[in-house]
């Protein structure tokens, strides 16, 4: 092997090592960066210059860029710096320990070591490397779309053993599990998690101003204002194993539907497509998240006198609405008999259709119209609210009368017995 290969070896395996600091460790303070190359220097026993340049070369190839701040690493650009290696790769080139920690042969192939920086946090470098996986490197890993077969292949592979050992696999499954508890649409501006994940997040005192509103068990609305990647990684320092979804945009013209959706429309129909997206329920609707977004702040714009292009919008507007409320319905009954095994023989009440409020509702107003329109004709409603001991509680009813528009008096079908609920405590209704 001449000077010159080991060189160009030398220098690509300084770049993956300021590669895998960067992206296992988030520094937004560029003020630290300086001093963090130092000591990066200092455990590979290579010249700060070093360390510095291989930090520049990232940087100018675009394999480091910076979102928001946030440092982020470009591995498939990076993997383009490997030239193609003829040997053979050699099993056993590292030791895998009880703690996750590695022993990693300096013979390590550039694609091998390539691999390793993904899904380890690289220690110190002396004879060998010492690598060790982290909840927060293994996380990374599957967040950057590597797989967890990848991983126990390139584990067994590495170790030279045919299976890995029990608590290795357990931690590994359990990460991957958790992976995804928590999803934030970046497009659409909602945290999608499970319901006890859901109540433990808004009553974190720096999670209140970002969480704005809880629109379902599993689901809420995210403030506009809020970084999104401050969130990620706020939830990554808790604990959490996050995932960040960015929506597909779909081109429609603005205009048609701006005059005619105000701000509480489009938040409820951002929540309806991101429900109906959540249980996969098959829909024929497009649309553009982030257009609806802005439109929030763009509603009380008119045309400008077209009267032609109000009018398809009038009726483009109402077709809309009318098939997302269909939607909602049905989504809201896929998801009961999921979690409240509702009857199979369950007959929506074609009178519901009729109803030209919010069916489901979720304020105050809203929700007395529902009640009242359900006890003129009859029908069942299903109702979200909280008990006294602040328990979020859903029932399918019969209604009975309303009091004063304050006392709901209802028939409780689970229990088989009558009861009541303050309507102010009311968070959901729908009509059955």
């Keep these: 092997m001449s000077s010159r290969t080991r060189l160009n070896n030398h220098f690509l395996y300084n770049l993956f090592c300021v590669a895998n600091f960067f992206f296992h460790h988030k520094i937004t303070n560029k003020n630290l960066i300086s001093q963090k190359l130092k000591k990066l220097s ?46 053979r790769e050699l099993r056993s080139f590292l030791i895998l320990q009880a703690n996750y920690e590695m022993l990693v042969k300096p013979e390590i192939s550039a694609k091998a070591f390539w691999f390793l920086v993904q899904i380890a946090e690289l220690k110190q470098k002396d004879i060998v490397y010492r690598f060790v996986m982290t909840e927060n490197s293994i996380h990374n890993a599957l967040v950057n779309k590597v797989s967890l077969m990848d991983i126990k292949k390139f584990l067994q592979f590495g170790t030279g053993r045919d299976k890995l050992t029990e608590n290795v696999e357990y931690f590994l499954e359990e990460i991957d599990k958790r992976t995804g508890e928590i999803r934030i649409s970046q497009g659409a501006g909602f945290l999608v998690t499970k319901s006890h994940i859901l109540r433990n997040l808004v009553h974190d005192a720096r999670l209140k101003k970002s969480l704005i509103k809880t629109i379902s068990p599993t689901v809420s609305l995210i403030n506009d204002r809020t970084d999104i990647l401050d969130l990620f990684f706020y939830l990554k320092e808790k604990r959490y194993f996050p995932l960040l979804e960015m929506e597909k945009i779909e081109q429609i013209n603005p205009d048609e539907i701006k005059l005619h959706l105000n701000r509480k429309e489009c938040e409820y129909i951002l929540t309806a497509f991101y429900a109906l997206k959540e249980i996969g329920f098959e829909h024929n609707i497009k649309v553009n998240f982030s257009l609806l977004n802005n439109l929030m702040n763009q509603i009380e714009n008119n045309l400008q006198g077209d009267n032609d292009l109000m009018a398809r919008a009038v009726e483009k507007a109402g077709r809309y609405k009318e098939e997302l409320k269909r939607s909602v319905r049905s989504y809201v009954v896929k998801s009961l008999r999921a979690n409240l095994v509702l009857p199979e023989n369950l007959v929506l009440n074609k009178m519901a259709d009729q109803y030209d409020g919010e069916n489901p509702a979720t304020i105050r107003k809203e929700i007395i119209k529902m009640i009242e329109f359900a006890l003129k004709h009859k029908l069942k ?24 528009n304050r006392i709901l008096y209802f028939y409780d079908r689970s229990e088989r017995k009558e009861d009541t609920v303050a309507v102010d405590r009311i968070i959901f209704s729908m009509l059955l």
């Design 42 to 87: 200092e455990m590979l026993k290579v010249s700060v210059d070093d360390i510095r340049y291989s930090f520049v070369y990232l940087q100018q190839t675009n394999i480091l860029y910076e979102i928001n701040n946030y440092p982020f690493i470009n591995f498939s650009l990076l993997k383009k710096e490997i030239k193609e290696e003829n040997k």
């Design 381 to 404: 409603l299903l109702i979200s609210f909280y008990s006294l001991y602040n328990k979020k509680i859903e029932k399918m009813v019969e209604l009975k009368y309303l009091y004063d």
